[in-house]
């Protein structure tokens, strides 16, 4: 087997193996993988020692260190809180007015509740809080369910129509769909409702608004008013302003009555904390006081 | 040197160099996966966690069919800013009854695995429909035949069975209900409606998820699958918590 060989040149010895007169070389490993190959073996000895390293049956070793990466995590979560307490501890104790009139805090609002609406809100919102069909534009002065500071920060804590146990719950009834009005109704009060925002309209026939107001009188005004001005306790909108959800033309309008509206949102008491949901309600504010 | 001259010995014998190489490209699994199997601690205890439905399995096929794993992870990693932005960080619990799982680890799309009622169902229908209509620059595709197309329910039986023959804890019961409970669950009004309550829990959502009440699309069981992924169980919240009380 091994051909005992030593190359009289090199002084190592060969493998034994010839190839046309050519032979091989066995040269020693160098020294310096020795070398590199016992500092691994030294920091692997060292690192199952001071670190998770070694199953045992049904637990581990824990290593002297005792680092657990969740521990990690809820560490650098406590690190960051107290890194943002300079700001938050005056965000969570100083009043909405208070905070509206410094422009310092607002800044941070600006900085800290843009990420946070966007990561949050901005899916139906959209990313500058301008709504889109079927989900309300927060930039204006129109909420259902109140616009001061409060009613804005308990509408995003319960939401509308969630599965919070306190919630805002509102339904528009399917007047036309589950058969509560003729068809025809249906559009006399959409004619009518269509005329309360747009005062000017001329190709109304005044008959058929007529006709709509006392359909309306009827069926809309528990809800939405005698004035039809809407009642942010019931989440009945405005119907004479000109912010719509679903659209404000006769044809939106009428496609509401007849098949009725339940908007959702959902609830953020249990996804975002009582800090986060405040400096978002300012953040709402703050956009509304930019687009009157 | 003598393990080079072991190493010399054994390059010379073929099955004995085989074995060899075997053996040493198997120590990284003996020592990294083998023991999670026998370790306690490797899936977490969570009481509360539940099965999902057979609309929710059949949404996770849905999911799976149209490849929203190749975009979207479902997996939130322990660290600070994952945990700052989708939430608690997900333990090996809530995959307990993921057959198979779908954590990934690409995200073109955001991860998933907190987003069951973040958003509403007309939203979740409304971006599948076309994800522009209320996400203007998302690259995601559009599903919209996902509300058009009737949800298969004659196979959820043998697929409610196949999951049980991987461990998931479904009822003789449940099995045979399969294709009602997923009608029922998508349709409150419906006399089947109970039935899904009953058997997997009062925490179980029972609406039309789709917005179409009497009609039982592949947009139920995708919404339904969406709406509850991270919900199965209450245990992720509970350690955040506890570090979120010092904020």
Redesign the interface.
Known sequence: ??VEERDNHTGYLTTGHEWNGIKELNTP?PRAVYFFLTIAVAFSIGYWILMPA??L????TRGLLGID??N???Q???E???DRNVW?AKIQSESYAALLADPKMMAIVREVGRPLFG??C???H??DATG????PNLTTTSFLWGGKPDDIFNTIRVGINS?HKDTHVSQMPAFGRDAMLPRGDVLKAATYVYSLSNPGAKNLDPATVAAGKKIFADNCVACHGDNAKGNPELGAPDLTDRFWIYGGSLDAIDTSVWGGRQ????SWE??L?E?DRKILTLYLLDKRTQTP | MSIFGFHYQLERKAIGLVLGIVLVSSIGGLVEIAPLFTIHQTVEDAKDMRLYTPLELAGRNIYIREGCYACHSQMIRTLRDEVDRYGPYSLAVESKYDHPMLWGSKRTGPDLARIGEKYSDQWQVAHLINPRDVVPVSIMPAYDWLLSTDLRTDDLSAHLKAQRAVGVPYTDEMIANAALDAYGQANPDSPRAEGVTKRYGKATTVRPFDGLPGRLTEMDAMVAYLQVLGRLTDAARKPVAQAGAVQ
């Open positions: 087997m091994a490993v070694w199953p049956g049904v637990t581990y990466q969740r990690v995590v809820a650098s979560l406590k960051a809180a107290a938050t990561d949050n901005a899916a139906c959209g990313r889109g069909p079927g989900f599965a908007g959702h949102m959902p249990g996804r904390s800090l």
